[in-house]
């Protein structure tokens, strides 16, 4: 199964980049996974619109056609670990060439992005910086191959 992480903006603190390390890592004996990033626009609050728009060529630019894309909104559908694990299944089945989780930058993602998805998915109706939804999303995929696998996750 291959995996893509896309997100848009960098890691820029420590903190992050080890989390998330250390996920990849523990990932790589599930999965072939990557995670890329397509950069943020740095004028994005005086023109939140244009910043979308343009941030969203940049998401469609890495997407291949057969991609299978679950794009993290707000208004995505919420699931438990269990219903998460139960959708990355199902999405590898249903996975033309990878499964593509695709995470905005700090005003969400653009309607061109939010159109060409396949699923829409919520972590939480809770705001939280992009930086850690790349942490939870590795974390989650970690912990639903666990479960798809049967394996004990601690705690």
Wanted: net charge positive; charged share 30%.
């Amino acid at each position: 199964m291959r995996i893509l992480v896309l997100a848009v903006g960098k890691l820029k603190e420590r903190c992050w980049k080890e989390a998330c390390g250390e996920y990849v890592k523990r990932l790589s004996g599930f999965a072939a996974l990557e995670t890329a990033e397509v950069a943020d626009e740095w004028n994005a609050d005086k023109d939140v619109a244009l910043a979308l728009t343009r941030e969203s060529e940049r998401i469609m630019q890495r997407l291949r056609p057969r991609d299978y894309v679950a794009a993290l909104c707000v208004d995505g559908a919420a699931m438990s670990s269990e219903g998460f694990a139960a959708f990355v299944e199902e999405s590898v089945l249903q996975a033309r060439e990878r499964l593509v989780f695709i995470i905005g930058g700090s005003h969400g993602l653009g309607g061109a992005v939010i159109k060409r998805a396949d699923a829409r998915l919520s972590f939480s109706p809770l705001t939280f910086p992009h930086q850690l939804t790349r942490v939870i999303l590795l974390e989650q995929l970690y912990r639903a191959f666990k479960i798809i696998r049967k394996e004990p996750y601690h705690k």
